[in-house]
């Protein structure tokens, strides 16, 4: 039975460590979430082309949006 409980015992101890060195990589790079809605009185027959740092990165037409995620340091 002193084998079983020390096998348990290992492999909880080895997921702990993994769950926290997960869990400090996620904190270490935040993301977050850009969205962008062109609304109804944009005009018809239109799109608004989305620009971040001078690259064009979607254009958006009547009824659709703009909606993604933002790596950290701005690079998409």
């Not at 002193?2 to 990589?25: D, E, K, M, P």
């Not at 962008?36 to 944009?42: M, S």
């Not at 971040?52 to 933002?70: C, E, K, L, P, S």
């Amino acid at each position: 039975m002193r084998t079983l409980t020390s096998y348990l015992s290992r492999v909880v101890l080895i997921l702990t460590l993994f769950s926290a060195v997960s869990v400090a990589n996620a904190a270490a790079y935040p993301t977050g979430r850009l969205i962008v809605i062109r609304v109804a009185n944009f005009g018809w027959n239109l799109a608004a082309n989305l620009k971040i740092d001078g690259q064009t990165v979607g254009n958006i037409v009547q009824g659709r949006r703009y909606d993604h995620r933002a790596p950290p340091g701005g690079m998409f």
